[in-house]
Nanobody, 127 residues
Framework: QVQLVESGGGLVQAGGSLRLSCSAS????????IGWFRQAPGKEREFVGA????????YYADSVKGRFTISRDNAKNTVYLQMNSLKPEDTAVYYC????????????????????WGQGTQVTVSS
């Protein structure tokens, strides 16, 4: 089992940058695929991007491709979401989620294949 905590959210002007962190407990963090999702008020939770346990797979939503970058530091049990060129439509609560590579293939955008979720961090982009 793994517990996830997101941090790094805040208020930023359009065109600015933020880096979110997803910190995890547990010694087997390196064996988890990690996904980032977001949910704006009144909307369904949507996929942002994901990284496989081995770093061999990276997958981004079209809406963030070229602007957002996911990376992981297994020594620190942390996955990062670097967000550049932020737009007002990026405003949402951002969540990280984990799926164990021991029994799941890389889920990518398949939200129901993630088993563990953080509590979320708010990102607000002003125009």
């Amino acid at each position: 089992q793994v517990q996830l905590v997101e941090s790094g959210g805040g208020l930023v002007q359009a065109g600015g940058s933020l880096r979110l962190s997803c910190s995890a407990s547990g010694r087997t963090f390196s064996s988890y695929h990690i996904g980032w999702f977001r949910q704006a008020p009144g909307k369904e939770r949507e996929f942002v991007g994901a990284i496989s346990w081995s770093d061999s797979n990276l997958y981004y939503a079209d809406s963030v491709k070229g602007r957002f970058t996911i990376s992981r530091d297994n020594a620190k049990n942390t996955v990062y979401l670097q967000m550049n060129s932020l737009k007002p439509e990026d405003t949402a609560v951002y969540y990280c989620a984990a799926a164990s590579a021991s029994y799941r293939r890389f889920p990518g955008p398949r939200i129901h294949e993630y088993d563990y979720w953080g509590q979320g961090t708010q990102v607000t982009v002003s125009s």
